[in-house]
């Protein structure tokens, strides 16, 4: 466990906006946590800092940086593994070590920033496939009794970009690690998405592999999202809505070219990045912030925004929306205020 004082947090937080904090402990191995919690009972977490928003320019609070590694196979059958990953693993890295392996589920969720441990939190998604999909269990310490404990996939109450640990339980647990269950042999490929097939057309794949499907997504993740060490950014800012079908077509009949995705037989998933777009906001600059030119959906920081700035940008994005559409798009990202 490392104690730092008066740090500037720029550099773990994926905004790169400015924040002095008091007091950063960096934790890299479990036994930290539990001393940690104890002594700051109230510390904040973080995990990669790629899906926070920081408003203030500075924190009192103390902060915990989880940096556990480790990553392996636990259990193996004819058809399925399961992998445990700690929970300061980056995310990609862990996708690429999978797939590197044949190990399939989670090829679709290649490039998504952040750490193993944020993952869960989030139920992290794309392209067809959540976490919620191939989680097993999740390991965490329970800050009110000061105990580890597992939540199985089951009791976590995913739903899109949710769980039990954002939502009822937020501030609760500490996830220390997840178990992952992937398959061995017979990939169910998740290929549907428009943007697959146009990419393994143009490699002239038939017959994809999760490494095919890795590559891609990749590549077509890269064109929509900058690099967050070039250009701070926390990738999508908000969630896609998801509205009854009703209404749905109630809004299609004014703007016909308006893009779904089913989710269930009354509701449907619009994509927020379109909505954003229509509104005139891709590429739109304003003072030090402004929605990328690939993708609306992602809020910048051209080099000197500060957290407020930020928000107060896609504040503005959220009323144009609502009074263009009259649907509510919401934050994925965390912002601590």
């Excluded at 937080?13 to 104890?38: G, M, P, T, W, Y």
């Excluded at 058809?79 to 797939?99: K, T």
């Excluded at 190990?103 to 939190?121: D, K, Q, R, W, Y």
């Excluded at 191939?134 to 404990?149: A, G, I, N």
Aim: charged content about 25%.
């Amino acid at each position: 466990m490392q104690l730092l004082e008066n740090v500037n947090l720029k550099k773990y937080l994926s905004f790169s906006n400015s924040v002095q904090c008091d007091k950063l402990i960096l934790i890299d191995h479990l036994n930290d946590i539990d001393e940690a919690l104890r002594k700051f009972s109230s510390a904040y977490i973080l995990g990669g800092g790629s899906n926070v928003l920081v408003t203030k320019s500075h924190i009192a609070q103390t902060i915990l940086k989880i940096n556990l590694k480790g990553k392996r196979v636990i259990k193996e059958e004819d058809d399925y593994c399961l992998v445990e990953a700690n929970a300061g693993e980056v995310w990609h890295d862990l996708v690429l070590w999978a797939v590197d392996r044949d190990l399939g589920g989670i090829e679709n969720l290649s490039f998504i920033p952040g750490l193993v441990g944020a993952a869960p939190i989030q139920n992290i998604g794309a392209y067809g496939v959540e976490l919620k999909d191939v989680l097993h269990s999740v390991s965490v310490y329970d800050r009110k009794h000061h105990c580890l404990k597992v939540f199985h996939g089951s009791e976590c109450q995913f739903g899109y970009r949710d769980s039990i640990f954002k939502s009822s339980y937020k501030n609760w647990y500490v996830v220390t690690s997840i178990i992952l269950r992937l398959s061995k042999n017979f990939h169910a490929l998740k290929t549907e998405y428009g943007a697959i097939q146009e990419k393994l057309k143009d490699r002239n794949i038939l017959e994809p592999t999760i490494q095919d499907i890795s590559s891609v997504i990749i590549e077509i993740r890269k064109q929509k999202l900058p690099d967050p060490s070039e250009l701070g950014n926390a990738g999508s800012f908000f969630k896609n809505p998801i509205i009854p079908i009703d209404v749905f077509e109630k809004i299609k009949s004014k703007f016909d070219t308006m893009p779904n995705y089913p989710v269930s037989k009354d509701y449907v998933k619009v994509p927020a990045g379109w909505l954003i777009e229509q509104c005139g906001w891709k590429g739109k600059r304003v003072g030090h912030t402004g929605c990328y030119k690939n993708q609306a959906l992602v809020i910048v920081n051209y080099g000197e925004a500060t957290g407020q700035e930020i928000e107060a940008h896609a504040k503005i994005v959220q009323q144009s929306v609502f009074d263009k559409f009259g649907i509510e798009i919401n934050p994925e990202v965390n912002i601590l205020s």
